[in-house]
Structures are given as structure tokens and as C-alpha cells.
């Protein structure tokens, strides 16, 4: 795997960390998804990518989030 853009949930603890930290060791940039923002970004700082505080259960808030993603990482 390489060259794409891994967007993972729960990544600021626990197994979305270690997801996050897999797929970024496998070569794609990571999108740190949690509502802890500021373990989001910071998982997402160490591995090179973008980290997102937001709440998955909030649907619109997730369609924000993917806009962005989408414009930031592609």
C-alpha cells in the first residue's frame, strides 16, 4: 500500500492509534479522526499527516471533516 490517504477514527488512542500508526508505516498519509482533537493531532503529527477533532456520531460534522480532507490531503 502506498501513495493514498487513510482516514481513521478513534486515532488518538487505543487501536485507532496503532491503526493509524500501521497504515502510516504501510506508506499512506493519515487522517487522525477523534474527539479528542488534540490527540488526534498529535498522532497525526508524529506520523506526517493531518489530525481532525470531531465527533463521528455527528453526521454533518463527518461531512465537514471529509470536505476537508479531501482539499487538505486529497
Do not use: N, P, W
Amino acid at each position: 500500500m502506498a501513495d493514498g490517504v487513510a482516514v481513521i477514527t478513534g486515532a488518538a488512542s487505543g487501536i485507532g492509534e496503532a491503526s493509524a500508526r500501521r497504515f502510516a508505516a504501510a506508506g499512506l498519509t493519515v487522517a487522525a479522526l477523534d474527539r479528542d482533537g488534540e490527540g488526534a493531532a498529535r498522532v497525526a503529527g508524529e506520523l506526517g499527516g493531518a489530525g481532525y477533532g470531531v465527533d463521528d456520531a455527528d453526521a454533518a460534522a463527518l461531512a465537514e471533516v471529509a470536505a476537508r480532507i479531501e482539499g487538505e490531503l486529497g
